[in-house]
């Protein structure tokens, strides 16, 4: 394992395909990538009833509980292991039981602010917001919070235009400002061919660290123009 390791931010709103694509670009490293998902992080409610937790704005930047993940980061780029939380959404709450998660290669943080945190992007070398149609992403919730987490259907579109909408608005959007690069629909091929040949890079080389901010985006930018160039 390379210390420090190579930390990627994935942000995007809900439903956007953030887990697609830290799969995509994650695909061929094995054990050589930790997944930290954001919602872990959510902040411990146990003070409160299940009908209150239920009541909370869980999409806003105060329910997650911050100074937790920032010491978990740099434990990991330390190389020491930590105890991540676990959440459970039926409950709205975290559980008992705690993941012990070793410093790998390469580290993925992926989460609807997974690019807020001022201290956290610091420590993140790849930063990605993944880019989606609002309907499409409406819909995928849906889905995701009435098949996987037993919602009702009217409690899951509620809370969308109550919550979820104009958080995503307020906090969620304005965090593509700090993407290096924005990947539409989660299904960019080149830009998940590139950032999986970057990582390959920087895991297999025995130098320094070769990444530049802003590098992938002008390599992108590149293999877009070579496409579109007409044929002679």
């Not at 070793?102 to 997974?114: K, M, Q, W, Y």
């Not at 989660?186 to 990582?199: D, K, M, S």
Request: aromatic share 6%; proline share 4%.
């Amino acid at each position: 394992m390379s210390i420090p390791s190579f930390v990627i931010g994935i942000a995007g709103g809900t439903g956007a395909g953030k887990t697609t694509v830290s799969r995509l670009v994650t695909r061929n490293l094995g054990d050589d990538v930790t997944h930290i998902p954001l919602d872990n992080y959510y902040r411990e409610r146990s003070d409160l009833s299940v009908e209150e937790r239920s009541e909370i704005n869980y999409d806003r930047p105060s329910a997650f509980e911050w100074d937790l993940l920032r010491d978990h980061l740099e434990a990991l780029l330390e190389g020491r292991s930590v105890k991540m939380p676990r959440y459970d959404f039926e409950v709205h709450n975290r559980t008992d039981e705690r993941t012990t998660v070793e410093p790998t290669d390469v580290i993925v943080l992926e989460g609807i602010l997974a690019l807020h945190d001022e201290a956290i992007n610091e420590m993140v070398d790849l930063r990605l917001y993944v880019e989606t149609d609002a309907d499409v992403r409406i819909l995928r919730r849906i889905r995701r919070d009435v098949l996987d987490r037993g919602r009702d259907l009217e409690g899951v579109i509620d809370q969308y235009l109550s919550t979820v909408k104009p958080m995503h608005e307020r906090f969620v959007e304005p965090t593509r400002t700090h993407a290096d690069l924005i990947i539409p629909e989660g299904a960019n091929n080149v830009a998940v061919t590139l950032i999986e040949e970057t990582l390959r890079a920087e895991i297999e080389g025995n130098t320094a660290r070769s990444w530049e901010r802003g590098s992938l985006e002008r390599e992108l930018a590149a293999k877009r123009s070579s496409d579109l160039a007409p044929e002679e």
